[in-house]
Structure formats: C-alpha cells, structure tokens
C-alpha cells in the first residue's frame, strides 16, 4: 500500500523538479532590463557596450577619416586576454567589425593570431603586388581585477584597444570602456 502511495508522489516530486526549472524560460532582448548580471564572468552585454563605446568615440575621433584612398582598411589583429576566464575575443572584435562596416568608414579584415609570426609579418608585408596594405591595425586586451569585503564581490573588465598606424609605427587612437559589477557571494555554493 506504502508503495502504491509513494509511487506516484516521487513521479510528480520529480516531474515538478525537472520542469519547474524551466517555466520561466522566455526570450529576452540583450540589454533588456531583464539581463542577468554576474560577477563572476563577462556576460555579452559587456562585450556589446564595449565595442558600441569603442566605435562611436574611433568614429568621432575622426581617425579613419585621414586615410589617401578611404574607406581605410582596418586589419583586426590580437585582443589578448588577461582575464581569469576564458573569453571568445571573436565577441568584441566581429561586433566592432560590423560597427565599421556598417558606418562605411572602414573595411576590415581579420589576421589569424596564431599563425602571424614576425617571419610571416614581413613576408605579408613586403608582399605589396597582391595585397593592400592596411591603414590601419587595432589591438587591444580585457583585463579583469577583482575586489572582496565580506560576502561583497566588485570585479571590474577593462576592454582596452589602440588603433595603430603600421607604415608610421605610431598609436593613432586609444580607447579604454571600464565595465564594474559587484554583488553577494551565496554563503552556500554548489
């Protein structure tokens, strides 16, 4: 009788369990007021707002705008990360790509971070015939410092990046988008 009684309690306790989870779920738009917002990691409305500021003040610093044969191109090269995680760089560099090309005033390419060596580069270089050299190249890193009082959490990403001007071998620009957060740790963690 116990079992017959107990049976289906532990059925609807678990099927309760696994879909409760779940009822909830719904879409959200990113930068919605609904966002979660962690301590712990760099969530894509960080990304998002990083390279938005980093587009709009470039744009405004007119820097792409002083090229001889505009749209400038613009060679995205490495986003190196100093972050206790491990972060798709993809995720701020292809949302600043888009930014650009968009404005129309730049034409952007990619360089493949592992497989640009110094031997590699000059042979890039030199080879002039075939390939437009880039006006410009942008660089960066996404640095993360964390603060604790107590249970407090406050960690702070700096996305950082410099538009350098190769053929001059100076920066042309630099810009620097701080993103803070701070929360409670749980007393009890899993």
Known sequence: MKTKILL???????????????????YVQTGDKEQIISTGQIN??????????AVKDLLQSGALDKVANPPALLELSRIVNNT???????LLTKKISIALLQSGKAQTKMVDNKALGYQQESQFMND????????????GKIIE???????????????????????????????????GKQGTRAAVGF
């Not at 289906?8 to 409760?20: H, I, S």
């Not at 894509?44 to 500021?53: G, H, L, P, T």
């Not at 002039?128 to 660089?139: G, I, N, V, Y």
Request: contains cysteine.
């Open 44 to 53: 894509i409305q960080d990304y998002a707002n990083a390279a938005n500021d």
């Open 84 to 90: 206790g995680q491990q972060v798709d760089t993809d």
């Open 145 to 179: 410092t964390i603060d604790r009082a107590g249970k407090t959490q406050r960690t702070t990403y700096s996305f950082q990046l410099s538009l350098n001007d190769p053929k001059a071998g100076v920066q042309v620009w630099e810009g620097e988008k701080e993103i």
């Open 8 to 26: 289906p309690l532990v059925a609807a306790a678990a099927a309760m369990f696994f879909t409760g989870c779940a009822t909830n779920a719904h």
């Open 128 to 139: 002039q015939k075939t390939t437009r050299m880039p006006d410009f190249t942008l660089s």
